[in-house]
């Protein structure tokens, strides 16, 4: 008879700091500097931007409590896959993986790789000049499009990390540690500036602007606000890799989320405490104009330093947690087979590392990644409200999983997140109703390929 192939399988190299880095080295990468702008703008007043952030950062805290019995009662890589895959079966799971590839997280690592050329180019003009002009229409109103070579150092970052990540987990995790400590350090840096410089001023949190405010201005800026929360998951992604993970994995969501939120709270007194209302909201960069307005012109240059840390972190980050979820489907039969293979020696998904880090590239040189994460964000939150009420669905349909954690303060929590989520749908929905549909189109041109691929399983797997 013959020997059948060897089948190799992911190593458990991380511990609990790595896990930690990645929840805070994904989380916080540009939206620390950017969304302040957005909320106050949305809401109108100092007090609301505050009342949003306190709850989108609650609202993290309840999906990581959530997920936190999850990843521990399954740790296997995937994350929210693996979690509407046991739910509500195998349908649902690939939907989730097919978004997540070709559009949401492929789409959240071309944005991060641009915003970070973006931010080198303050050091460094000539990244924003043109480097060529091709004949496909792709650019604005259907002109030929540019490439700029900051695209192109944007994609070296993206194929750089890929490749870090490809030759060990271990290494990635330890660069994760690295970037996210340094990053960390450099915001506290900036808020203290603010805190302690002597040039702020305790009328500034009175301050207020005209805006829409109301219901309708509160969930304009949560959604906001969301974004710059995204990732605390990220980590569930990763579960096959981490050391002890009926206990670390609840820890380093819980201790990760709890830290982001602390340090976006801080981040924003800073900025409140040295800027009004009105000057925030007019800032496109709040915290470069914080540091301009305490140390002068050319101190925002800093700022571009501590950002460009910061989205690094959160692009190595968003490798490691987004590559497992094509490899979790091609191990079922779902995807490209080549993706669920692991490197014989480094132990890493390399093929989907690769391919994840090749299509991303694609979407930043098109210029087009933008407009794919906004139609995504419709469907992706209809799937992550599903994945958190599938500890719901699990505790009835599965009652004799082990569970080495259990959710704290269940039901209340799950549902809570789930009812949310609906609202932020809903909203979404009846404010953006061309992006929502759009987005779900994207994910119903998935559907032929599932059964594509579900047809050529063996029938006992299917």
Do not use: C
């Not at 040039?199 to 207020?208: C, D, Y």
Request: no cysteine; net charge positive; proline share 5%.
């Amino acid at each position: 008879m013959p020997e059948l192939p060897k089948v190799h399988e992911l190593r458990r190299e991380l511990g609990l700091p790595t896990a930690i880095a990645i929840v805070i080295g994904t989380v916080i990468g540009s939206g620390i500097f950017l969304v302040p702008k957005t909320a106050v703008l949305k809401t109108g007043s100092v007090d609301m931007v505050f009342l949003v952030w306190i709850f989108g950062g609650l609202l993290s805290l309840a999906g990581a409590l959530t997920y936190a019995e999850l990843a521990a009662a399954m740790p296997e890589a995937g994350g929210e896959y693996v979690y509407l895959r046991e739910a509500y079966g195998p349908f649902f799971a690939f939907v989730y993986g097919w978004t997540q590839f070709w559009v949401a997280k492929s789409g959240s690592l071309a944005t991060l790789a641009t915003g970070f050329f973006l931010y080198v180019a303050n050091l460094i003009p000539a990244l924003d000049q043109v480097a060529a002009v091709t004949p496909i229409p792709l650019g604005e109103n259907g002109a030929p499009l540019e490439i700029r070579y900051g695209q192109l150092f944007a994609i070296g970052v993206l194929l750089i990390l890929a490749v870090v990540n490809y030759f060990g987990v271990r290494e990635g995790g330890n660069l994760q540690i690295i970037a996210t400590v340094v990053k960390v350090a450099l915001i506290g840096a900036i808020i203290a500036v603010g805190l302690f410089s002597g040039e702020g001023r305790v009328s500034n949190f009175a301050t207020s602007i005209p805006a829409a405010g109301g219901i309708t201005g509160f969930f304009g800026a949560l959604v906001a606000i969301l974004w710059a929360y995204d990732g605390w998951n990220n980590v569930s992604m990763v579960s096959s890799e981490i050391k002890d993970p009926q206990r670390n994995l609840p820890k380093a969501l819980i201790i990760g989320s709890l830290a982001v939120m602390a340090i976006y709270l801080l981040a924003n007194v800073a900025y409140f405490f040295v800027l009004s209302a009105a000057e925030v909201a007019a800032s496109d960069r709040v915290a470069a104009e914080m540091m301009r307005h305490v140390f002068g012109p050319d101190a925002g240059k800093w700022v571009s330093v501590a950002a460009m840390i910061s989205i690094f972190a959160a692009l190595n980050g968003s490798y490691l947690g987004g590559s497992r979820i094509p490899y979790a489907m091609a191990r079922d039969g779902l995807f490209f087979k080549a993706l669920g293979e692991v490197h014989p020696v480094r132990r890493t998904p390399g093929n989907s590392i690769l391919w994840l880090g090749a299509w991303a590239s694609v979407l930043v040189l098109s210029g087009r990644y933008d407009q794919l994460f906004t139609y995504v964000i419709f469907a992706s939150w209809i799937l992550y409200g599903m994945a958190a009420a599938s500890v719901l669905v699990l505790r009835y349909k599965k009652p004799d999983l082990v569970r080495p954690y259990r959710t704290l303060g269940y039901p209340v929590v799950p549902v809570l997140f789930v009812l949310v989520a609906s609202l932020l749908i809903f909203f979404t929905l009846r404010d953006s109703p061309r992006e929502s549909i759009m987005g779900l189109l994207l994910i119903v041109a998935g559907v032929p390929f599932y059964f594509y691929w579900k047809k050529r399983l063996p029938r006992a797997q299917s």
